[in-house]
T-cell receptor, first 115, second 117 residues
Framework: GAVVSQHPSWVICKSGTSVKIECRSL??????MFWYRQFPKQSLMLMAT?????????EQGVEKDKFLINHASLTLSTLTVTSAHPEDSSFYIC???????????FGPGTRLLVL | GDSVTQMEGPVTLSEEAFLTINCTYT??????LFWYVQYPGEGLQLLLK?????DKGSNKGFEATYRKETTSFHLEKGSVQVSDSAVYFC????????????????FGKGTSLLVTP
């Protein structure tokens, strides 16, 4: 149990385009989902926390207009990178948490390359 | 805020060697502690966890004991295999420094492990 999927796993896009990444909890209801960014050989940087039915909470330094997060249901959260630029190229990982539990379950990640 | 300090890597071991990856934490409350593993090109997988002092988490031959007196949660395995090569992250569930999200997972920087045949 506790499987989280992400789609797509890889995306290459041109500078200026927008990219949407989906995060789904497949076998449980996730009241809270988290979005992380990971640079090569580094730890995960929390970008935002997404609660179902409410606005996402962004970490300091993360542009909310650039990284749009929607958590419309208990099993789906989306991250849209708007007007992507090469510096947005990174590995984006989502995680999901059961209601009332601390353990986060992670998706396999999405590698974004902006040309 | 709460924080996690992990030993620097990379760690290189021969197959069947004993593994220890040190992790210490600072926390104002009583956090839960976790070890996650990341294989190349993949997301993170929960390896084991402990929710209170003296708890021992274990999975796939890995163990870690929640030591409140030394604020540590060191990861150990008696005999590593080549397939254990990965990056290991220690984490606690607590208040993040400079975070707007309140309680969330606070990760160490990760320790890369390479096991050679």
């Amino acid at each position: 149990g506790a499987v989280v999927s992400q789609h797509p796993s890889w995306v290459i896009c041109k500078s200026g385009t927008s990219v949407k990444i989906e995060c789904r909890s497949l076998d449980f209801q996730a009241t809270t989902m988290f979005w992380y960014r990971q640079f090569p050989k580094q730890s995960l940087m929390l970008m935002a926390t997404s609660n179902e039915g409410s606005k996402a909470t962004y970490e300091q330094g993360v542009e909310k207009d650039k990284f749009l997060i929607n958590h419309a249901s208990l099993t789906l959260s989306t991250l849209t990178v708007t007007s992507a630029h090469p510096e947005d190229s990174s590995f984006y990982i989502c995680s999901a948490r059961h209601l009332y539990q601390e353990t986060q379950y992670f998706g396999p990640g999405t590698r974004l390359l902006v040309l | 805020g709460d924080s996690v300090t992990q030993m620097e890597g990379p760690v290189t071991l021969s197959e069947e060697a004993f593994l220890t990856i040190n992790c210490t934490y600072t926390a104002t409350g009583y956090p839960s502690l976790f070890w996650y593993v990341q294989y190349p090109g993949e997301g993170l997988q929960l390896l084991l966890k402990a929710t209170k002092a003296d708890d021992k988490g274990s999975n796939k031959g890995f163990e870690a004991t929640y030591r409140k007196e030394t604020t540590s949660f060191h990861l150990e395995k008696g005999s590593v295999q080549v397939s254990d090569s990965a990056v290991y992250f220690c984490a606690l569930s607590g208040l993040l420094v400079n975070s707007n999200s309140g309680y969330a997972l606070n990760f160490g920087k990760g320790t890369s492990l390479l096991v050679t045949p």
